[in-house]
């Protein structure tokens, strides 16, 4: 379960650095590469910052609740179970001798 979350991490990751990468801090960015001022496009240039900020925002907030997420799912020993374990591995190899038996006289 931990390298699911550590997966999704990974690639939320990379798309939030790739979406931040296009803005420019300017203003222009992405946005200027369409034309910069034309209004009647289908995705004109205040639709696309809109959009870029959203992705951001989205995958930002993602990252996070990923991250608190994973937590839950980093397997753990607890203390008391660890030792238990580890008492029971150590019954387990030790070696008791065999004895010779005393003879039964009748």
């Given at each position: 379960m931990y390298t699911v979350f550590a997966i999704l991490i990974i690639?939320?990751?990379?798309?939030?650095?790739l979406v931040v990468l296009v803005q420019n801090p300017k203003g222009g960015g992405l946005s200027s590469s369409f034309g910069g001022g034309a209004?009647?496009?289908?995705?004109?240039?205040?639709?696309?910052?809109?959009f870029l900020e959203k992705?951001?925002?989205t995958l930002a907030i993602t990252l996070i609740?990923?991250?608190?997420?994973?937590?839950f799912a980093i397997p753990r020993n607890t203390l008391e179970e660890s030792t238990e374990i580890?008492?029971?591995e150590q019954i387990d190899d030790a070696v008791i001798p065999n004895l010779p038996t005393a003879p039964i006289d009748e």
């Open positions: 690639i939320t990751s990379v798309l939030l650095v209004g009647n496009q289908i995705m004109g240039a205040k639709k696309t910052t809109d992705a951001t925002w609740a990923l991250s608190l997420a994973s937590n580890k008492a029971q």
